[in-house]
């Protein structure tokens, strides 16, 4: 008997469908796995979660980000414990996972001790209208120190793109945060860092200068903007497909998309 795969799918969507709007996390999807943009913008299809299904490494991060915004608002009066339980209910759950915050925890105020005389701006929402299309997202942490120059931070606990990544316009998260801001709430401010800060709960806490040369900045932010004109152009063109590709990691996107049959 002869086995047969479909091929992994290439929709093209009516220039109707396709949507104005991207969050900037969208963005690096759509240069790795256009197809899962499609699932999850056109189709609007999302996992299921198991019937026992146990919060883990989501839900981790998203405590971790909400007890340091607090904790940098007001240091003195944060409770861990109660935010903690807004994620995980279990008491199971805090014997494994609220362990691991207190040691990243304790590593983070001890690299955090450089920014101690900076201004911070938390949690920023950012909306910017380029080539007609909308891009919105969230800047986790913004410092101004005294001459009104800016470093960017970007809190990661899982994997933290490389530097050549950001770079080469793969993963630009950062360098879309850095041209939004400088074009809109900084335009008189001087980006001096892009900074991906890894608190993952076997390292710790690790500051990671993708960039720290201010022409370094200007150029990444020109290239980035280049870079979108070119992401937008193709995506707008009818012709072109929301083809999916071995590069996705959500085991969800990656079953629909039938990528790791058709590569048997």
Known sequence: DREFYLAPPQPIIPVNQRHQSYNITDISNLLKNPYGIYVKKVLKLEELKMIDYQPENAEFGSFIHKALEDYIKNPSNVNFEEIFEKYFLSKQAKLIWYPKFLKIFENFCEDNLEFSEEKNILEELIKFD???????????????????????????TGQVPSKKDVVCGLEPQLTIYALILSETLFKNSKIKELIYWKLNRTDGSKINRIFNNENDIFEAILATKNGLKIIFDYFSNQQNKFFATKNEEDDYIQNLSRIKEWNQ
């Open 130 to 156: 380029f080539e007609n299309i909308q891009i919105t997202g969230k800047v986790d942490r913004i410092l101004i120190d005294n001459e009104q120059n800016i470093k960017i931070i970007d809190y990661k």
